[in-house]
């Protein structure tokens, strides 16, 4: 599934053209270095200036346009806006992405031994099939709720994806590190954390999250879906139709309404169509691990 500014596809998964349009341009993805080709994880980084710019790119008139900017048209019957608990750690990460356009998708704050790591989708983070072109000014807002962000915005310092996911557009999946707030607070310390799990067996009923660019909400409320997973040509699909701005969106099992907890065991990847019926994601296993490693002890 794309971000919302760009058309609700369904992804092609490892199909690599080796070309990625950026504006009006083709960019030729450049060659990889033999020792970057054997790390299965690509890290990319922002710089402090690039952070501090980001933090003061996106205003509230900045967040409250992008909103108006797309409408998905409306929200599916499955998709219902959450009224419980809130979930402090779900929220919206907004970031420029590579054509230049303003947008968002939906990320989570995990445990982590840094405590400051958030797993969203890699196509909230760069093109796939295209190393060159990656995502910019990226922030996470926690608990983002209808233009109130109670918990501050988090500059996002690097982001961790799968080379497969850069070189041939298969596993969907990031891992980011946030920075510590204005008041140099680390993100979990602010917000809490999910469980994190990985090579667990798919089948059980799993509560899927996101800010979908449907209206009447637009992304200004969080959403929510709940299904059974079963596996589908090496991913796992829910029936659920959030669309363009829940990518990255949590799965979460074992989820508990009182407390906001459960366990992430995937990430909103992929739409069956325009007009989903379900929503895909990957199966974390031992790429996933390697990926939220790299982020969590960096």
């Not at 929200?75 to 809130?86: D, I, K, L, N």
């Not at 508990?256 to 199966?283: A, H, I, R």
Request: charged share 20%; glycine share 10%; net charge positive.
């Amino acid at each position: 599934m794309s971000e919302p500014s760009a058309s609700v596809v369904r992804r092609l998964r490892g199909r690599a053209t080796g070309l990625a349009v950026v504006g009006t341009a083709l960019a030729l993805a450049a060659p990889m270095p033999a020792t970057a080709a054997t790390d299965p994880v690509s890290v990319l980084k922002f710089t402090v200036k690039e952070r501090k710019d980001a933090l003061a790119y996106w205003t509230p008139a900045r967040i409250k346009t992008v909103g108006k900017s797309v409408d998905l048209g409306p929200t599916g019957p499955r998709a219902r806006p959450w009224t419980g608990t809130a979930l402090k750690t779900v929220g919206r990460l907004f970031f420029v992405n590579a054509r230049g356009y303003d947008t968002w998708c939906t990320a989570t704050a995990v445990k982590s031994a840094n405590r400051s790591a958030v797993m969203t989708a890699a196509h909230c983070v760069r093109l796939g099939s295209s190393p060159m072109n990656t995502n910019t000014t990226m922030v996470f807002v926690p608990g983002y709720s209808k233009g109130r962000k109670p918990y501050g915005t988090f500059a996002v310092r690097s982001a961790a994806t799968p080379r497969t996911w850069e070189k041939d557009s298969t596993d969907d999946l990031a891992a980011l590190v946030v920075d510590t707030d204005k008041s140099g607070r680390k993100l979990t310390d602010v917000v809490g954390s999910q469980a994190i799990a990985f090579n667990r067996p798919v089948g059980a009923p799993i509560s899927a999250f996101g800010y979908s660019a449907t209206h009447p909400q637009l992304g200004e409320e969080l959403l929510h879906c709940v299904g059974k997973p079963k596996k589908k040509l090496g991913i796992q699909a829910v029936p659920c139709d959030l669309t363009g701005g829940s990518s990255g969106g949590p799965w979460l099992a074992g989820f508990d309404s009182t407390t906001g907890k459960g366990t992430l065991v995937s990430v909103n990847s992929g739409l069956d169509s325009l007009t989903p019926t379900e929503m895909q994601g990957e199966v974390f296993g031992a790429l996933a691990k390697k990926v939220y490693d790299r982020a969590q002890n960096s």
